[in-house]
């Protein structure tokens, strides 16, 4: 059996081309540009990646951006007084600010202070709790990048057994509640396994549909998997490569080539599950800016 090869590449172009028609849409209709301010703290080199990455594909729909660039040394106040000016700049209908901070920033206290209905990234406790709670929320790119990845290939998880490996904010927790809900493109029986969890392989060869998200390359072998399944791989590692010209190769955390042969679709890494973070993130800064409208006296 040789696994269809679910290409994100495709679909996030898709996801990009929808979200440029109703960019255009609402500057037609209410004069209104989406707009997405990025936060990035420090220098890392992967960071500045994802954060350039971002801002462009804002300006390849239609969307306005700005990158807030602040040094590593930057104190816990002085990142918290920037998240507050955004809050109040009308320009902005999003707001995300690249983790991982330097280490003398909580993270969560400034994950609190960005306002939940600029909080594109999903991470607010409250919009978290509203997407436990089956209500309108702003859903993380990753998560909702994976349901539409199986969405759009008619892997539909509906009836389906899910099972999840990983239990992080970003994705696993967020992934599980949103797929486990009575709604479209969700309805799953959903486990989720971590580093607690007995006999892994004797559950995910329980899977219909199989997400890897645990930043352990080639975790996943051919013989956890069952045949015909369906794998989303959502891990993305630096491993040392000295045969690419950048001295590194991207991983997955599945092995790929025998897991690609026994399965019914597998994403593969890269150009599988990454391409469609970015599309989700334009999506969620378009809902933003739509609710604002939406919000805005008449």
Same mark, same amino acid.
């Given at each position: 059996?040789?696994?269809?090869?679910?290409?994100?590449?495709?679909? @996030?172009?898709?996801?990009? #081309?929808?979200? &440029?028609?109703? *960019?255009?849409? %609402?500057? !037609?209709?209410? $004069?209104?540009?989406?707009?997405?301010?990025?936060?990035?703290?420090?220098?890392?080199?992967?960071?500045?990646?994802?954060?350039?990455?971002?801002?462009?594909?804002?300006?390849?729909?239609?969307?306005?951006?700005?990158?807030?660039?602040?040094? @590593?040394?930057?104190?816990? #106040?002085?990142? &918290?007084?920037? *998240?507050?000016? %955004?809050? !109040?700049?009308? $320009?902005?209908?999003?707001?995300?600010?690249?983790?991982?901070?330097?280490?003398?920033?909580?993270?969560?206290?400034?994950?609190?202070?960005?306002?939940?209905?600029?909080?594109?990234?999903?991470?607010?406790?409250?919009?978290?709790?509203?997407?436990?709670?089956?209500?309108?929320?702003?859903?993380?790119?990753?998560?909702?990048?994976?349901?539409?990845?199986?969405?759009?290939?008619?892997?539909?998880?509906?009836?389906?057994?899910?099972?999840?490996?990983?239990?992080?904010?970003?994705?696993?927790?967020?992934?599980?509640?949103?797929?486990?809900?009575?709604?479209?493109?969700?309805?799953?029986?959903?486990?989720?396994?971590?580093?607690?969890?007995?006999?892994?392989?004797?559950?995910?060869?329980?899977?219909?549909?199989?997400?890897?998200?645990?930043?352990?390359?080639?975790?996943?072998?051919?013989?956890?998997?069952?045949?015909?399944?369906?794998?989303?791989?959502?891990?993305?590692?630096?491993?040392?490569?000295?045969?690419?010209?950048?001295?590194?190769?991207?991983?997955?955390?599945?092995?790929?080539?025998?897991?690609?042969?026994?399965?019914?679709?597998?994403?593969?890494?890269?150009?599988?599950?990454?391409?469609?973070?970015?599309?989700?993130?334009?999506?969620?800064?378009?809902?933003?800016?739509?609710?604002?409208?939406?919000?805005?006296?008449?």
């Amino acid at each position: 059996m040789a696994a269809t090869i679910i290409d994100g590449k495709q679909i @996030a172009a898709e996801v990009r #081309a929808d979200v &440029a028609r109703d *960019v255009a849409a %609402l500057k !037609a209709s209410h $004069r209104v540009t989406p707009g997405l301010a990025a936060v990035l703290v420090g220098d890392d080199p992967a960071s500045a990646v994802y954060v350039r990455n971002k801002a462009k594909a804002c300006e390849e729909v239609g969307m306005f951006s700005e990158v807030i660039t602040l040094p @590593a040394t930057t104190p816990q #106040a002085k990142l &918290a007084a920037v *998240v507050r000016r %955004l809050n !109040a700049d009308p $320009r902005f209908h999003g707001i995300l600010v690249q983790l991982p901070l330097p280490r003398q920033i909580d993270e969560r206290a400034i994950i609190l202070t960005i306002d939940p209905d600029k909080d594109v990234d999903g991470l607010h406790p409250v919009n978290a709790g509203r997407l436990l709670g089956g209500l309108r929320t702003f859903v993380p790119a990753t998560p909702l990048g994976v349901q539409t990845l199986l969405v759009r290939t008619n892997n539909d998880p509906s009836g389906k057994h899910v099972v999840i490996l990983g239990r992080s904010n970003l994705v696993g927790k967020p992934l599980a509640a949103l797929l486990v809900q009575k709604a479209p493109g969700a309805n799953a029986t959903v486990t989720v396994c971590h580093t607690g969890t007995r006999d892994v392989a004797a559950i995910t060869r329980q899977a219909d549909i199989l997400v890897a998200a645990m930043g352990v390359p080639g975790y996943v072998k051919a013989d956890m998997v069952r045949p015909g399944a369906v794998v989303i791989d959502v891990g993305t590692t630096r491993v040392d490569d000295p045969a690419k010209k950048s001295g590194y190769r991207i991983a997955g955390d599945v092995d790929f080539e025998p897991v690609a042969a026994k399965a019914g679709a597998i994403s593969p890494v890269p150009g599988g599950v990454g391409p469609m973070t970015i599309a989700m993130l334009l999506t969620n800064t378009l809902l933003a800016a739509k609710r604002a409208v939406e919000a805005a006296p008449r």
